[in-house]
């Protein structure tokens, strides 16, 4: 199968990365032919260096997958033949409205058009396009290599069949889909962030934990059960099935909820400072670059713990 | 050091393992003696399962540490001579109320008395008693063996050499405190905990995803990461730090959570029946037990995992 990306940015290169793993065949399209190239060498390097480290996916050797990634400036060249589009250019709906118009003449009926957008719905920029019924949002969460969530968002004209012939295709490179019904604010996976985010600030600002506590209490509490037990299934769990829960605990936590301090919330500059110079002893702004690596080595070792752990149980 | 243990059902028999696998002395007390007795032998059970799968805590054998932990019914034998006191016994006002003071004439100015309550804070209960500024709340998770998050909790009375002793001890037996400024209802996990339940139970009543699509988000998107990097570092690592973030996407955050549902929200019988009607479909009542055996063990490897990427780092 050939699949195009649109967009040869760090989420482009994902997506190409992810394919390729999957044994398809992979066309990289940015409208600098220079950037390009520059995407394919970072992507060779990538692959390469996940193979001696043991995390590359897919069964193929990464000179393999490399050469099934090609490059291309050409947008009709790119979408020549391709299956599936995964636009990745910056979030802004001109830009978007743009491109997804560009590729309109393209695409054809076997062709599905999916955007990486992580707020924008594509009813915001697809309305003039003939094959709008074609397109949705597959949005990805940061580094997709190893973080193997995709949102699945239709729009408005969105076709069933679309929806789920992505699902099917997501689902067969490796990442765990989820599909919203409809467009909504933050879609799921942020509304879920914000909520927690919108919490943690109140607690600092109302100086009940430091910066590092808050963090502390997700990595050594909430966040080692949610890497592999949901927030529905934790009450399944906790109780004797989630309705048992709801009778034992739901007013317990609905006293609690009601001293939550409501949204909307603003995260403000003041308060980001203080956390800034907290997390800084720790995290120092001139070492960003390396903590995300370290993030993602760790990632990597969880994904790879993951694939154990449900092999052994097959 | 001696440690005691009020109550013997798991959140105390969990607590004595932590502190046996540390090499501490421990005294497991209950009201009834057979209930002790049952109490120390699925301890021993635990411990040699724990030390054949490679996931026991500490540098001692199982049976070594089997060794350190004795039974009592006698609640005078059991404080004497202990440094630390955790009680554990049903989340009870009135029964809680009742032990501390049967607890109180035993205290002395060296020992610290911890409740492992989740909701109550010790200002509930610990009221009429003469040592209650030798008191506070060391709420752990479940399962805290596996799960090292415990929240500290002081009351109005607690000194701060009582929370700050607490927080050296616990981090000495490798579990992983927080330490709170004040009680307030949740503790913070719950908080945190009921604001994500919240929106999730919101977004399912609402049709957005089905209930297996939420806990797929989490396992296997928010939930990976903040296995090792909380909400705030996040922020800080999505940006050029937490100013940069608030800069760029505070407005957004403010607009999809000004379309969250507000708190208070009460979890109600028929969603619940709807989710675990869902949930059912993987994991039937029936085999509820099987699952937490399995969620344990992920826990258990988790753990083991982070432990080795710390080692590599040292």
Redesign the interface.
Known sequence: MKIAIIGSGLIGQSWAMIFAGAGHTVTLYDIVSEQVSKALETIATNLKNYESQGCLRGQLTASRQVSLITGSSDMQECLNGASYVQECVPESVDLKRQVFNQMDMYITEDMIVASSSS?LGVSQFVGEMKNKHRTLVAHP??PPY????V?IVPGPWTLPEVSQQTRTLLESVGQ?P?????E???F?????????????WC??KD?????A?????????????????????T????A????D???R????????????T????????PT??N??SE??SA?P?EQ?LE??KW?D???A???S?KNQ?KEKKD
């Open positions: 707020c969460v940061n190893f973080v193997p969530l949102e765990a989820v599909t919203l019904s409809k909504c604010p933050g799921a996976l942020n509304r879920i962030q914000y909520s927690i985010i919108n919490e943690c607690m600092y100086g009940l934990l430091s910066a506590d808050i963090d502390k209490l997700m990595v050594n509490g909430l966040g080692p059960r949610y890497a592999f037990i949901g927030p529905l299934e009450m399944h769990l906790n004797d099935g989630i309705v829960y709801c009778k605990y739901a007013q317990g936590a609905y006293n609690v909820s009601s001293t939550l409501p949204p909307p919330i603003m995260y403000d500059i980001a400072e956390v800034q997390l800084s995290v702004l960003l903590r995300r993030r080595r760790h990632l070792a969880l994904a713990l752990l």
